[in-house]
């Protein structure tokens, strides 16, 4: 390495190796999301908010302190904090467009 470059940084982009066998869904993955869900193989970036309003579970599961970084194992993928679900991938998707095709 010669003197004049800066020592190559490493990717902010935190995840496990697992994430290339999962896939984010195409219907319920919002750039504004601040919350991913994992529902088997597949990654749901959503908004917490929406889950707080209508689940005291989700509501006091966002009230906890947040682990920052690798801290108790946590994941994190595009600086949103990894929930892993153990209901199905229907049964996600079915509650999402609950809360989410209602509105419109």
Known sequence: MSQDQPPAKRSRHESSESADSRKK??????????????AGE???????????RHSEVFKDMFSMPKPSGKQAGAEIIDECPVVVL????????N??????????
Not at 42 to 52: E, K, Q, T
Not at 86 to 93: G, L, N
Not at 96 to 101: A, H, K, P, T, V
């Open 42 to 52: 597949i990654l749901y970036r959503v908004h917490g908010s929406m889950f707080a």
């Open 25 to 38: 869904s195409e219907r319920y993955w919002f750039d504004d999301g601040n919350i991913i869900l994992q």
């Open 95 to 104: 509650v999402l467009s609950i809360f989410y095709e209602a509105n419109k």
């Open 86 to 93: 153990t209901d199905t991938e229907d049964d996600i998707e």
